[in-house]
């Protein structure tokens, strides 16, 4: 496996490559590809593309079909409000459902389920893919998020989330250049819009782990991602779940930053104690 960074990828696309493995919205940056463009790219050199949908599905408008995607994959705890522990998806085009052999197979995948034969035969179509005995619990609380998800379909659906969303990321990403300017942050998400995912991810030289962790103590929920300490800076990662955030929780996360800033909080010994979730 091939790691590259984003702008160098059409090059990377040779002949000698098989498969194009990429995250819809970069969970650092919240950096958007364009998914129809760069499947067509790997299609041209007859490369199948996998795209992650983690931080996608249930934020953004995903047309699988439309890009003519090969695989996806994703998770349900994120946007699609399944909780800890949610079970995870895959999509596969038609094309290739009964081509491809799982590789990890189950006996739900099985063609036969009870038949308790010794060999594996996986059954035909989708659920193939289906790879143990499902977490029933896991999978009621899933369907819970789910159906609250697609109670907003009579108001627009996907396409009104996503006006939500980047309306969201868009007064967070005013607030932090009004009213944190000179506090030393950057900005690694893209401003234009159809470049971004539903995150918005800061960048700061000093303390972005400290400073995560005094607006928690204020109730306030982000994440740290550290950086490599070379091209890589540190990230404060800021999600917006466009289904139940609103506008004035925007504006009292910003102001709480502020007053974690202005007050030099984050200093406190207490903010630098490493926890096992960032």
């Known amino acids: ?32 590809h364009d998914m129809p463009a760069r499947t ?7 490369i199948l593309t996998v795209w992650d949908l983690a931080h996608s599905a249930g934020a953004v408008p995903v ?7 090969d695989f996806a994959v994703g998770c349900g705890y994120k946007y699609l409000n399944g909780g800890p522990g949610a079970p995870a998806f895959v999509w596969v085009h038609p094309r290739h459902i009964d081509r491809f ?8 995948g099985h063609a036969a389920t009870f038949a308790f034969t010794p060999d594996y035969q996986p059954a035909s179509g989708i659920t193939r893919y289906q790879c143990g ?4 619990l896991s999978l009621t609380a899933l369907d819970c998020g789910l159906d609250v998800l697609l109670s907003v379909e009579p108001l627009g659906g996907m396409a009104a989330l996503r006006q939500k969303s980047l309306a969201l990321t868009g007064l967070f990403m005013q607030l932090v ?31 972005a782990y400290a400073i995560v962790q005094a607006l928690i103590a ?15 800076p540190d990230i404060l ?3 917006f779940a466009p289904l139940y955030l609103g506008y004035a929780d925007v504006w009292h996360a910003a102001e709480q930053l502020r007053q974690v800033m202005a007050s030099g909080e984050w200093r406190d010994a207490r903010c630098a104690h490493q926890h096992a979730v960032t």
């Open 63 to 69: 047309d699988l079909n439309g890009s003519d995607a």
């Open 101 to 108: 052999w799982s590789p990890l197979a189950g006996w739900w």
């Open 40 to 46: 067509a790219q790997a299609h041209a050199q007859g």
């Open 133 to 136: 005995t499902p977490p029933i």
């Open 237 to 239: 990662r800021f999600g």
């Open 1 to 32: 496996m091939q790691l590259v960074e984003t702008e160098d990828i059409p090059a990377a696309l040779q002949a000698d490559v098989a498969v194009l493995m990429l995250t819809h919205v970069n969970y650092r940056t919240g950096a958007m």
């Open 218 to 232: 204020r109730g306030v929920i982000g994440d740290f991602r550290a950086g490599d300490g070379g091209q890589q």
């Open 177 to 207: 250049r009004t009213q944190l300017h000179g506090q030393g942050f950057g900005m690694a998400t893209p401003t234009q819009e159809d470049q971004r995912g539903s995150q918005v991810s800061l960048t700061r030289a000093e303390g």
